[in-house]
């Protein structure tokens, strides 16, 4: 069975790998403070152009939302999102399990914009009860999104804007971001540090064995953000696990080429797709497909492939395949061959 149905199924990287053997007997100090993770907070920060940034090393991309949502808000506040939003949808209510609601807006494509930022914002103020209602004080993104759309760089000047006006905070999900950041037109890691008030790079999605990067570029937010990453139990004891790897994923440009490859083996796939005929149900530039297949095919491509099944429509059912950066070459070409015999 070659597996399709998402993007951290395998191990880590070899070169990860090989820094975890290396090290394996050394003594450092614990919870981050160890020189692996001061370096990598610096080649962060340099690759951010952002030298005054606070960098933080966590687990998991559920735990990095959580953490950054409770030490963003205060009890009475929310945080805007999608509604097909990571938070929203894949989360287990952990936002809720905070005390803040996720407030969701409505999206086609994964995506909001400021003119919806804008018009909840100001509905919200208007109302003459607005103090009985949660109040509106962060917008959440992914980029990409959970149907591997990106926010050009254009959308996501006019959402810092519009939240920069209305004082709300920005914060960008970057669980695969490594796969935007392969697309063109798109924000790069100054164009985050620039507009963001806090973002994180993932690295579970793109070879890391797990750890995500969370990047804070308001003061507010920065102070006493590890007291909170403590109580929500994400101080990870043996931090310099989290600190190579991303010291080993920003060494040789290595992050940005694991992006582009897996880019480049998905839009194969979407090519193969495209040229049977088969409706692609988001148009997705990025890792991740969602070809709406009919029951005979799903029935045919699941003999030899894993794959995600989404929902129904009109046209059939919507899948999801994902490549990964252990895709190989052979598979997705195997995987061409028998969509081109559907």
């Not at 999900?173 to 790079?201: E, M, Q, S, W």
Request: net charge negative; proline share 3%.
């Amino acid at each position: 069975m070659i597996r399709f149905e998402s993007d951290y199924l395998e191990g880590a990287l070899p070169q990860i790998i090989h820094r975890f053997t290396a090290t394996n007997f050394e003594q450092t100090a614990g919870y981050g403070n160890d020189p692996y993770c001061e370096n990598a907070r610096n080649m962060i920060k340099k690759e951010c152009e952002a030298p005054d940034a606070a960098v933080h090393f966590l687990v998991g991309g559920t735990q990095t939302n959580m953490t950054v949502i409770a030490a963003a808000l205060r009890p009475h506040q929310g945080v805007l999102a999608a509604q097909t939003a990571h938070i929203e949808a894949h989360e287990t209510g952990s936002i809720e399990a905070t005390g803040h609601k996720v407030i969701t807006l409505s999206s086609d494509d994964g995506k909001i914009n400021a003119s919806q930022v804008e018009e909840y914002v100001l509905r919200h103020r208007a109302d003459e009860s607005f103090e009985h209602i949660v109040q509106p004080a962060m917008v959440y993104i992914s980029q990409p999104t959970e149907t591997g759309t990106v926010y050009s760089l254009a959308e996501l000047e006019e959402l810092s804007a519009v939240c920069r006006r209305l004082g709300l905070m920005l914060f960008v999900d970057g669980a695969r971001l490594a796969c935007a950041l392969a697309c063109d037109a798109t924000p790069r890691l100054p164009d985050l540090a620039r507009l963001c008030d806090v973002f994180y790079i993932g690295g579970t999605k793109h070879g890391a064995l797990f750890g995500e990067a969370v990047v804070i570029l308001n003061d507010a937010l920065k102070k006493d953000f590890r007291y909170i990453i403590k109580q929500r139990g994400g101080m990870f004891a043996k931090g310099r696990l989290l600190g190579l790897q991303f010291e080993t994923l920003f060494s040789d440009g290595l992050y940005y080429e694991v992006g582009e490859n897996e880019v480049r083996l998905a839009r194969k796939l979407k090519a193969a797709f495209e040229n049977k005929g088969i409706e692609l149900y988001y148009d997705s530039p990025t890792n991740q497909i969602f070809p709406v297949l009919n029951d005979e095919q799903i029935k045919k491509l699941s003999e030899n492939y894993a794959f995600s099944i989404q929902n129904k429509v009109s046209g059939g059912t919507v899948t999801r395949f994902c490549t990964s950066w252990a895709s190989t070459e052979a598979n997705v070409d195997k995987l061409i061959k028998d969509i081109e015999g559907l």
